[in-house]
């Protein structure tokens, strides 16, 4: 990472959203994915990245919203770069604030973004305010108040993820092989005992999981990892430990691999959502 650029994050204790503001400069970060709902905007500058398949471009004012388990990157292909700020949504939080808001349960668990840019001014003075009262409100009733606001604006963006219409059966590979990813990420897995798994040879699933997911098994995993890392970091595990747990040959190993995705070392990380 540049060193024009910065990461800034912090984590609620109460809620657990982290907010994130960032700029960068260049090459932002690679292709990675998140366990949580990316909910932001785009402060300054041309903030380029792909997701869904598709390149997107988001200008000043512009909203992004992401869900757990979109591959995406990032870049700055104008010389002062961008600056976003971002909420990393739990999704049990999400699922649980929507339905105790609206008295019903969504038609999904876990429901869909029906865009991933969007235009809506109102919603994104919502989003800062929501990200300013987690850091810097001390009354926790201003704190529910923004976090409700952010709730109903986010309502009218929720709608159903689209369905991929290929061969039944690669799709379904490709949701085995990720299960058993999920299910044996701690382990030293082959492609070809995740292959025995999903129940194709091995170069038929690398092309459908590719297709479905938009990485590869091996990137997917380390992402995987890295999801987990964050998650026990912020709980309080020493990155050393985590990285055996985890299949990292060492702190350092995984500590290349965390900075190249999030913009912050995991010893800093832990720190922030600590609240040192």
Known sequence: ???????????????????????????AYDPHWHDSYLVGVTEQGLQQFTCRHSRHRSTPGRLILIEPGEVHDGHAPEEDGFTYSML???????????????GVAPTERYPGFSATLADDPRLSRTILTAFSALRQQ??????????????????PHLGAVPQSTDHPRLPAAALRARDYLHAHVEQDISLEALAVA???????????FKQAFGIAPHAYLVQLRLNHARRRLAAGETPVTVASQLGFADQSHLGRWFR??????PADYRQRCRGG
């Open 198 to 208: 999903s129940g194709v040879n091995r170069y038929r699933l690398s092309r459908a």
């Open 1 to 27: 990472m540049p060193e024009s650029s910065w990461v800034d994050l912090e984590q609620d204790s109460a809620t657990g959203i982290e907010t994130v503001r960032a700029h960068f400069q260049g090459h």
């Open 138 to 155: 001390p009354w926790r009733i201003m704190r529910d108040t923004a976090l409700d606001q952010l709730i109903e604006g986010l309502v």
């Open 260 to 265: 190249r995705a999030y913009g912050v070392t």
């Open 88 to 102: 990393y949504l739990d999704p049990d939080w999400l699922d649980r604030s929507l339905r105790e808001q609206h």
